[in-house]
């Protein structure tokens, strides 16, 4: 089983951009299929995007597509999540999440993603 770890977010204004990344510690990260999530001060975590454990298929949330690209490199056991053109609506923790099956079971503690008007 994999461990998520989450880290990158930080502070930003709206329109820039942050990178986070996922360290997948444990066995057979290739295995995995990963997602991000978050979720904001008083409301309930939301699926942002997710990969199989090809690269290959990639989805997202409508309220991200254009601007967030979710990326993987099995070499690093590392998933990724570009976030563009950021919006103070996009601020919330994001999670990592690891998947072997139809539902995310392994999940990191999260990165706190701050965006200023």
């Known amino acids: 089983q994999v461990q998520p770890v989450e880290s990158g977010g930080g502070l930003v204004q709206a329109g820039e951009s942050l990178r986070l990344s996922c360290a997948a510690s444990g066995r057979a990260f290739s295995d995995y299929n990963m997602g991000w999530f978050r979720q904001a001060s008083g409301q309930e975590r939301e699926f942002v995007a997710a990969i199989d454990w090809t690269g290959d298929t990639t989805y997202y949330a409508d309220s991200v597509k254009g601007r967030f690209t979710i990326s993987r490199d099995n070499t690093k056991a590392t998933a990724y999540l570009q976030m563009d053109n950021l919006k103070p609506e996009d601020t919330a923790i994001y999670y990592c999440?690891?998947?072997?099956?139809?539902?995310?079971?392994?999940w990191g503690h999260g990165t706190q993603v701050t965006v200023s008007s």
């Open positions: 999440a690891a998947s072997r099956g139809s539902s995310f079971g392994s």
